[in-house]
């Protein structure tokens, strides 16, 4: 059984419970492991803008380092999680004046200089299971289940760095719903932003961009839509009332895999 | 010891406003050999060669060193004035006091302490010079086109109507090219066809013009005046001799599925085919993999409706052997096919369309007779949106860097022709700047956005989808800082030139220089803009880079014009500053052959004399029609065997101890 570091992050302590619990079971019975970094620090949610400041920085390079301590893969499931960390750990392999100065801060026996390998759940599922072996261990098809995958920007972009899948036009999620039996269906607006942080200053603005994700979904016949990020769960929720299921891809996972206990968490 | 001059020019003030110029006469007297040194205002002047020759008769001088531009400027013209006066032209050395002296540096002293340094290296160097005399070869007088559009087609015109034979072979069934496609040319809007079909009719008949299409260039060797070039003649399956082109057998051929070339896949053709009607030879040609014949043995209708018998299944692919003293490369462009641009969903959404794909929508004999009907569905479009710059200028992979130059010109063309034959079609395009230099051309794209009200937006695209039966175009307006979402039934993407997929072949063949890009590199960007590096090879057209119909047949002229001057000479000087190996102590290793840039290094077994006993040895030799003179190999050479006439080892050695001394 191949054991990943595990970096959860701090929303699927609380308000994500779901996305991080299932996401373990599912693990378990695909026959991979999750074990989670002692000690991990928040990594800092947004990727930083300034380019000259180590400090928000720090918290992925350490559980980046500890990673390469217990020489496995990290693995996220958070989608904002896994963007922090990857770009991070793109800076650290970049060996720029910000790898420099943040060795130099952390003082590790030898530098971190990108060595871990971070992959998000997602791909684990795609290139290491791969979904026909998904598909054989499937016990509850979502059988014409009319799924939408919302990818949101996180996985996606930039591209160059994040190298998940094609920005314009993924398929990783539709890939695993069509595994799970489900009748994926592709909108548009899956890769648009769903507001992201702009609810914090300007929830109306914030509204109007995920109303148009929706709205999109709804227009092409949509009944559920699944997400790897808390905070575009949190946003399309918010407007989708209760036209439209939003739920953690993990869940619709353990649903199929026949994990889901009838009524919510089963913790 | 030999007899030295030197001669230091003032050039006005150019070189004497910082340069001492008497003082480097001065210092120059004081070196062992130099019998004559002087400064002169002009040198290069009547006058100044007069000086130089006058002394090298009194003198009885051996070596010149003349103090003054870049050899560039005058070596030869002091090259002349020696070899008037019965000196070898090699004998005279240039020290360039003036680009890398007098214009770089502000400080007097500084510069004339350089100034004499500089002198003295040469000194140096024409002390260890040897007399040289060039090569001579012949010329087949016989120049080859390769590309049979309208770049092609000009310049081969202008070298036969010159008075020598052109061949041009063109991979595809028929000459004309991409301008064959074309619907109408910007500025002057007029039908592209109606231009371009005398230029292919004019080059068929011309008795000096010898066309080879359905071919490609198989093999080149040789050198600048004497190359030997193999084609292959693909298997047309049709008599050429013999088919008249009535077209009786396309309209018989049982097949039809397959995707038209010409109207870039929009619609179907026949098996067997001709183009289009314009198309020179008027012949039909049998497309192998769609005949059901050749693929199953079953069928041969074509064979049965032709009168002139001119169909032949067992026909091969030939292969022909010719000689040319010239090859110009007028292999020209395609446009990309934006699939990595999934935001676009070209290939996705059949109402998204290129810019030639529009060409053949409009053009009356393309695959909906010249009305502009959406592809998906054949409704007449109302809302039309351009989006330019589709893979050029970007700074990702998925993008070209360079500007493809034609599309803003060939945008405001549509946007105009759509607006003037239904006007009640709302047209915008999304730009990034819109590049419009040359004659008439801005006036063009004015009277585009003005009269005839296309609406341009600056700036781009991010997501084209579908929404109830029609498509979105979302993307921002810069001017207005907002986003704008607007619907659209038809998206024409101006999307990147790029050269032709096979450029890349020939060009190895040729061994001409190529760019990142692909495009064939020239000699010079400014002053041999129609030359490649390799001696013998010229540019025409788009594969020497982004250029319109225009300016295509201008380079097209100037190329043919460097063919002419080649053609027309009875034997070709080459250039004695050429590699030499010395054979007893090379090894045969192979290094120098890697790094020449010209393909003039072979390796050949030789029986040699090594301390008195005979001996049989692989050792390199140079080709020196081909060599260039550009002293790779010397520098490649593990053994320094491999010298540069003219810049030896030796005298490089020298003028570097005598800098350094």
Redesign the interface.
């Known amino acids: 059984m191949k054991q990943y570091s595990y970096f959860p992050g701090c929303t699927l302590k609380e308000k994500a419970r779901e996305l991080d619990l299932y996401a373990r079971q599912c693990a378990e019975k695909l026959g991979f492991s999750l074990q989670e970094l002692p000690q991990w620090q928040c990594c800092g949610a947004v990727y930083p803008m300034a380019s000259d400041e180590i400090a928000p920085k720090l918290s992925a390079v350490r559980a980046l380092e500890k990673a390469r301590q217990q020489g496995q893969d990290l693995i996220t499931v958070c989608a904002a999680c896994h963007h922090v960390i990857k770009r991070v750990n793109d800076d650290m392999k970049q060996g720029g004046d910000i790898a420099d100065r943040a060795n130099r801060y952390l003082g590790f026996d030898t530098p971190y200089e990108g060595q871990t390998k971070v992959v998000h759940y997602l791909e684990v599922l795609r290139d290491e299971i791969g979904f026909d072996a998904i598909r054989a261990r499937v016990e509850k098809p979502l059988t014409g289940e009319k799924i939408g995958a919302y990818y949101g920007c996180m996985l996606l972009r930039p591209s160059?760095v994040m190298q998940f899948d094609?920005?314009?036009?993924p398929s990783v999620l539709e890939n695993l719903l069509a595994a799970l039996g489900a009748d994926p269906v592709e909108f548009?607006?899956r890769n648009?932003c769903c507001g992201g942080y702009r609810v914090v200053d300007d929830a109306q603005a914030a509204g109007h961009t995920a109303r148009r994700v929706i709205e999109?979904a709804l227009?092409n016949g949509v009944e559920e839509l699944v997400t790897a990020c808390p905070l575009c769960r949190y946003n399309l929720k918010k407007v989708a009332g209760g036209q439209i299921r939003v739920s953690y891809f993990t869940e619709v996972l353990a649903r199929a895999l026949g994990l889901l206990k009838e009524g919510g968490i089963n913790a | 010891m030999p007899k030295i001059g030197v001669f230091v020019c003032h050039c006005g003030s150019n070189i004497a406003g910082t340069v001492d110029v008497e003082k480097v006469a001065a210092a120059a007297r004081t070196i062992p050999g130099v019998v004559v040194a002087c400064d002169y205002r002009y040198m290069c002047s009547e006058a100044g060669q007069e000086t130089i020759t006058k002394a090298i008769r009194e003198y009885g001088l051996d070596g010149v060193v003349v103090c003054s531009c870049s050899p560039r400027m005058h070596e030869a013209t002091f090259r002349r004035a020696a070899e008037r006066e019965g000196l070898n032209p090699y004998m005279v050395e240039i020290a360039n006091i003036r680009e890398q002296c007098s214009w770089i540096h502000k400080n007097r002293e500084e510069a004339t302490e350089k100034a004499i340094v500089l002198m003295r290296a040469a000194v140096a160097k024409v002390k260890r010079d040897t007399p040289l005399t060039a090569g001579r070869s012949g010329v087949t007088r016989r120049a080859l086109v390769i590309g049979g559009g309208i770049a092609g087609l000009s310049t081969a015109l202008d070298v036969a109507n010159a008075g020598y034979e052109v061949d041009i072979v063109e991979k595809e069934p028929t000459i004309g090219g991409k301008m064959a496609q074309l619907d109408k040319t910007f500025p002057t809007l007029d039908c592209s066809a109606c231009i371009l079909t005398p230029k292919m009719v004019e080059a068929a008949q011309n008795e000096n013009i010898n066309l080879y299409t359905y071919s490609e260039v198989e093999k080149v060797s040789g050198y600048v005046g004497n190359f030997t070039v193999t084609i292959r003649k693909k298997a047309r399956f049709v008599r050429e001799d013999r088919c008249t082109g009535c077209g009786a057998c396309m309209e018989k051929c049982p097949s039809r599925k397959a995707k038209n070339e010409f109207n870039c896949g929009l619609n179907t053709r026949s098996a067997i085919y001709i183009p289009f009607a314009q198309a020179i030879p008027n012949v039909a040609v049998i497309d192998a993999q769609h005949c059901l014949k050749l693929q199953t043995g079953k069928c041969g209708v074509c064979e049965k409706v032709c009168a002139a018998g001119a169909i032949d299944y067992t026909q091969q692919d030939e292969l022909i052997q010719r000689e040319y003293g010239a090859i110009v490369a007028a292999t020209g462009f395609q446009p990309i096919r934006p699939y990595q641009f999934g935001e676009y969903g070209y290939g996705r959404y059949p109402d998204v369309i290129t810019s030639l794909e529009l060409e053949r929508l409009m053009n009356a004999a393309g695959p909906t007779d010249g009305e502009l009907r959406c592809p998906s569905d054949g409704r007449k479009p109302k809302n039309i949106v351009f989006i330019q710059c589709v893979g050029s200028r970007g700074q990702t992979c998925r993008d070209k860097s360079y500007c493809s130059k034609i599309c803003c010109m060939y945008t405001a063309k549509h946007a105009m022709l759509i607006r003037d034959h239904w006007p009640d079609m709302d047209v915008h395009v999304f730009y990034i700047d819109v590049r419009t230099p040359g004659k008439n051309f801005d006036e063009f794209y004015r009277r585009a956005a003005e009269e005839y009200q296309v609406d341009y937006r600056k700036g781009q695209v991010g997501k084209i989808y579908e929404e109830d039966g029609h498509l979105m175009v979302q993307g921002s307006d810069l001017l207005e800082d907002r986003q704008v979402l607007m619907p659209a039934d038809l998206v024409v993407l101006a999307v990147a030139v790029e050269p032709s997929p096979d450029a890349r072949k020939l060009a190895t063949m040729l061994t001409a220089s190529m760019d990142n890009n692909d495009f064939f590199t020239e000699a010079h960007p400014k002053l041999r803009p129609v030359e490649s590096p390799t001696a013998g090879i010229f540019l025409s057209g788009m594969c020497q880079g982004p250029k319109d119909i225009p300016e295509t047949v201008s380079q097209a002229g100037a190329a043919a014009a460097k063919v002419i001057g080649l053609l027309s000479k009875k034997e070709l000087t080459a250039n004695p500053c050429t590699a030499h190996p010395e054979e007893v102590r090379c090894n045969g290793c192979g290094e120098c052959e890697k790094v020449c840039p010209y393909g003039a290094i072979s390796y050949e077994e030789k029986e040699l004399r090594v301390m008195g006993r005979r001996e049989k040895r692989r050792v390199a030799v140079v080709n020196t029609a081909l060599c260039q003179g550009c002293g790779a190999c010397t520098v490649a050479c593990p053994s320094g065997v491999m010298d540069l006439q003219g810049f030896s080892n030796r005298q490089i050695l020298a003028e570097v101890d005598a800098i350094c001394r």
Not at chain 1, 166 to 169: A, G, K, T, V
């Open positions: 160059g094609d920005p314009e036009s548009p607006m648009e999109n227009k």
